[in-house]
């Protein structure tokens, strides 16, 4: 009978366990420690000069971000707003809402995940990052075969209800991630009870919760979405970011999409595109530099595979201006105006914003 405890755990008892993290007030869960937040906008405000990355390798995030700063500020800055208790609501293109806690945009601050003028780009990142592990359960409860179907829309109910799951998960992974983005399935098992425990679920709860969702093999797909956004929790490199721009880009504007810079006609046509406003767009260099070009006066502003913010292209001219999210690199923002054949023979992919769809007739 070893183990068989686990693997009897019932459903109810999960619904149980989550439901008391919806009967205690937000107030009362999360003890506010942290000193007097960062002013949530600074004097740049909303915009691509505002964001600077940390120390984290998080170049696709936060050129993403700047891009979508620079296509749309105001649909950006109308995604945040400050709750009553302190907290921040972060409202998506799509899907639920995400609360974020003084306290953990002060973590981010203090361990340097992020340097950006104001603290909405770290209320954003922790945002985003409890998103991509509400995905990764919902994904798993509507394809869980052990999960009656009966039970499944109550799962994502809870799931839709309560931000308070998603900030535990957060703390804890930040607490057991690798700097490879790996993460000990043991040590996270503890640190979520602790976490439930702390935001006011009592140990029995939480370690029947923590139990439920080892065995429906949740930890395995967190585990690999960790992986995938790794620096969003505090690693410095993740799996697979070619795609992660485009997610990042349509989590505020809605479609997205990317191509190789070497197809120059579609590339031509998004950077018409930006050029006219309204279009986010966010290229990745390869691993070598270009050779010299006397009309670059920034030399040695090349970093490799590392995504850059564009922010405009001049077609008379023949230039296009990327941004280094580093805010360096040139110095004194990370602006760098490139002939067009230097960004061309400098950058391998691009993701954009699509065009929002148009509304139906009559509407």
Request: hydrophobic share 40%.
């Amino acid at each position: 009978m070893t183990g068989s405890s686990t693997r009897q755990l019932s459903f109810p008892t999960f619904v149980l366990a989550a439901a008391a993290l919806l009967t205690v007030p937000l107030a009362a869960q999360i003890k506010t420690t942290a000193p007097a937040p960062l002013p949530l906008f600074g004097k740049l405000g909303v915009s691509p000069l505002a964001v600077r990355q940390g120390v984290l390798g998080s170049c696709y995030f936060h050129a993403s971000l700047a891009a979508v700063a620079k296509a749309a500020p105001e649909t950006l800055r109308a995604a945040i707003s400050t709750n009553p208790d302190g907290s921040y609501r972060v409202r998506f293109y799509d899907g639920p809402e995400e609360t974020v806690f003084p306290e953990d945009v002060e973590f981010g601050r203090q361990h340097s995940y992020d340097r950006s003028e104001g603290g909405w780009v770290t209320v954003v990142m922790r945002a985003y990052a409890q998103r991509a592990l509400r995905l990764s359960l919902v994904s798993e409860i509507k394809g869980s075969a052990l999960i009656p179907a009966f039970v499944k829309p109550m799962a994502l109910s809870f799931l839709d209800q309560s931000s308070l799951l998603l900030v535990a998960y957060d703390r804890a992974i930040r607490s057991v991630v690798s700097q490879d983005g790996d993460m000990d399935k043991a040590a996270l098992k503890l640190k979520l009870a602790a976490q439930l425990s702390a935001l006011g679920i009592p140990s029995t709860e939480a370690e029947m919760l923590g139990s439920f969702l080892e065995v429906q093999g949740f930890y395995d797909a967190l585990a690999l979405t960790v992986r995938q956004n790794g620096e969003v929790f505090g690693a410095y490199k993740s799996l697979g970011q070619g795609g992660i721009p485009v997610r990042v880009i349509e989590t505020f504007l809605g479609k997205a999409s990317a191509g190789l810079v070497k197809d120059n006609g579609p590339l031509m046509a998004q950077l018409r595109r930006m050029h006219a406003g309204g279009t986010a767009l966010v290229a990745s260099t390869g691993p070598t530099a270009p050779p010299p070009d006397p009309l670059v006066k920034t030399p040695g502003w090349f970093v490799g595979q590392h995504s850059y913010s564009l922010l405009d292209y001049d077609e008379m001219a023949q230039t296009v201006t990327a941004r280094n999210p580093w805010g360096a690199r040139p110095d004194p923002d990370g602006v760098v105006m490139l002939p067009l054949g230097t960004f061309l023979q400098s950058f391998e992919s691009y993701s954009y914003s699509e065009p929002p769809a148009p509304k139906p007739t009559g509407q």
